[in-house]
C-alpha cells in the first residue's frame, strides 16, 4: 500500500509561481515512477508530469512543458511540482499520484495504482 499527501496549493496572481509537494509512505517510495495529474471543473483529469523512479527521467504535457518543473527527493519519499508562469487555465485540483506497477502509458491516469487526495491551486488573472 501507498500513501499520498499533496500539499502546497493555495491561490495565486497569474505569471505567478507556486510549488506543490506530495509525501508518501508506504511501501519503498523509490521503487516506483511518481506523476502529477489535475483536474479543472467539468474537465477530465489530464496528465501534468511525471517523473521516474531515479528521477532521472522527466516527462510533461504540452500545456506546461517550460513552465513546471517535477522533481523527487528520495531521501524525504517526496516529489515535487514547481509551477511557474501560472495562468489562469491551470486553475484546478492537482493530484500526485503513485505508478508502482507499470503497464506502458504514464499520460494515462489508468497507469497509476494510488492516488492523493488532490490540492486545490487557483490562478486569478
Known amino acids: 500500500q501507498v500513501q499520498l499527501v499533496e500539499s502546497g496549493g493555495g491561490l495565486v496572481q497569474a505569471g505567478g509561481s507556486l510549488t506543490l509537494s506530495c509525501a508518501g509512505s508506504?511501501?519503498?517510495?523509490?521503487?516506483?515512477?511518481m506523476g502529477w495529474f489535475r483536474q479543472a471543473p467539468g474537465k477530465e483529469r489530464e496528465f501534468v508530469a511525471a517523473?521516474?523512479?531515479?528521477?532521472?527521467?522527466?516527462y510533461y504535457a504540452d500545456s506546461v512543458k517550460g513552465r513546471f518543473t517535477i522533481s523527487r527527493d528520495n531521501a524525504k519519499n517526496t516529489v515535487y511540482l514547481l509551477m511557474n508562469s501560472l495562468k489562469s487555465d491551470d486553475t484546478a485540483v492537482y493530484y500526485c499520484?503513485?505508478?508502482?506497477?507499470?503497464?506502458?502509458?504514464?499520460?494515462?491516469?489508468?497507469?497509476?495504482?494510488?492516488w492523493g487526495q488532490g490540492t486545490q491551486v487557483t490562478v486569478s488573472s
Open positions: 508506504g511501501r519503498t517510495f523509490s521503487d516506483y515512477t
Open positions: 517523473i521516474s523512479w531515479s528521477g532521472y527521467n522527466t
Open positions: 499520484a503513485a505508478d508502482t506497477y507499470y503497464t506502458g502509458n504514464l499520460y494515462s491516469p489508468n497507469e497509476y495504482e494510488y
